[in-house]
């Protein structure tokens, strides 16, 4: 049986993780045995040409996918893992391999569409959260944000930064987001939980980290807490925070609603914000956390149902204007991804009409 | 009894919420009470009661409110939950102050307001049980008749969602940057008009752009 040449056991890989297969998943699906499939994957073995074909087939990708090497794959250690303690390698290894496939398709989007310039700031390393506090400032500052208003929209802010947000309905929920310091930032956030509050809060959190933590391998209670603090004071600076928070002996709820409300942030984040920032000693904040507890709000708070939730728009404008101006160049440059019409539409997250049905003619167009 | 059996419109809900809104009064008390400066138990209880009575005023007729009403704002304070007079006292449930017992002149003067229904004769009255340092521990409808105490249904406040009003207006709101901007690297290719066709498209598709809003 003829052989397939240069056949890429990385992107073999990385087409598995993007299915969120195990090696003997696959296996089942293609008729071959883990250690096989495990030694194509390392560059052991070289697959026949039926083989190959049937892998691409099962991985929704093109033949061609496996005959380009992937060069600077995105690796778990770039990767700032919200929940990394908790989350299982192969769900990390599955968060990073979609971070692959967006950079690949950015990169290929970046050489027929302008994306807004990377402008992040940058403050590395904070020696303290005084300095985390500073850094958080100095982003809003830097974006034009002020000091005394909330953030209409932190995905917007996020994209006309540079960074790429994708929001991924399959991840495991025990990821609520990953970012990704590329020379352009990448923002993974799962939908598994769906609240609009938590959603801006993590987005803000890994905010911090590409703000704070480049070149560092993140993850540890330290860096976590960092990106945190960053969180809470990027969402809720403190000179604004401590002229609206109530404060008192006793707990004011209306008054933390209604900084919900305004600052769209989590009664729980905010009720944390005021014990760091020593407006509730720890046994109001104790009791603020049993109080939302016992009344069912320790995952879903009360008017979360009120805000809508922050959707991506920088990938999604520059595939539609692309589609609009120039279909062929969309075409050519998802045939040159090697991605299947499907595998595609997966990764972006939603549907393109420009596919010809005789595109493909190997696999099924997507639907 | 239940409040409701006295009238419909003694709903929970609606206690709840008055419950609150002394409880949102009495809180106000606490966190201003300060004996260095010559604060005790008489004006801790001065202070919640106009503050309690102040939040009562402040909500009537407001929007979650319209069935609250205050016919007489007045240090007696006498406030209507539709059409049923109420009004407050700190102390025990089961043991009302003397003048609490007493009808007050609006209520000597309404009349039976349904037939069939057991309010006539009644005196309703929202009790605020502390503890010694004045916070509430327990917020009661009360219902005297005679010169007894015919029911006492303890309000669950507490557990129910708290209060929110509306927001104050005089705080800045944030700036919205709008949708990232796209345009097409090779631009020799596409002629002007067809861009700005391509980006009005793009700013469709992303949503009206805007510099301020929530």
Known sequence: MPKTSTFSGDKLRLARLLATWSLDELGERVGASRQYLHQLETGAKEPTFEMAEALAVSLRVERSFFLTPLSNAVREDDCHFRKYFTAPRAVMAQAAARGTAVELLVNALEQRVRLPTVNFPEFAAPRSMEEVERAAEGARMHWGLGLDAPIVNITRVLENAGAVVVHFADISDRIDALSIARRRPIIVRSQAKAAAVRLRFDLAHECGHLVMHQGMVTGDHETEEQAHRFASAFLLPREAFLRECPRGRTIDWTGLFRLKLRWKVSVRAIARRAFDLGLMDAAQYRRANVHLTKTGQAKSERYDEEMLQETPELLTSAIRLLEAKKPHSLLDMIYALGFSPSLFEGVIGFPVSAFPANAYPDHSPAT | ?214
């Open chain 2, 1 to 214: 009894m239940r409040p409701w059996d006295y009238h419909p419109d003694l709903t929970r809900d609606r206690l709840i919420l008055v419950a609150q809104l002394l409880a949102l009064g009495r809180g106000h008390a606490l966190d201003r009470f300060d004996p260095e400066i010559g604060d005790d138990s008489w004006t801790r209880g001065v202070c919640a009661f106009n503050y309690g009575r102040h939040q009562i005023k402040r909500a009537a007729g407001t929007s979650g409110f319209e069935w609250l009403s205050v016919p007489d704002p007045s240090r007696r304070l006498q406030f209507k939950v539709g059409e049923v007079i109420l009004r407050f006292y700190r102390g025990a449930a089961s043991d009302p102050a003397p003048h609490m017992l007493l009808p007050t002149e609006l209520e000597q003067f309404m009349l039976p307001l349904e037939e069939g229904l057991p309010l006539d004769g009644a005196r309703l009255r929202v009790a605020v049980e502390t503890d010694a340092e004045g916070a509430p521990i327990q917020i009661s409808f009360v219902a005297i008749r005679g010169s007894e105490v015919e029911t006492i249904w303890p309000i669950p406040y507490e557990d129910a969602p708290p209060l929110v009003v509306s927001l104050s207006e005089d705080t800045p709101e944030g700036v919205d940057p709008g949708p990232p901007p796209v345009s097409l690297a090779d631009d020799e290719e596409v002629d002007g008009q067809d861009q700005a066709d391509a980006e009005s498209e793009i700013g469709e598709e992303g949503g009206e752009k805007r510099r301020e809003g929530k």
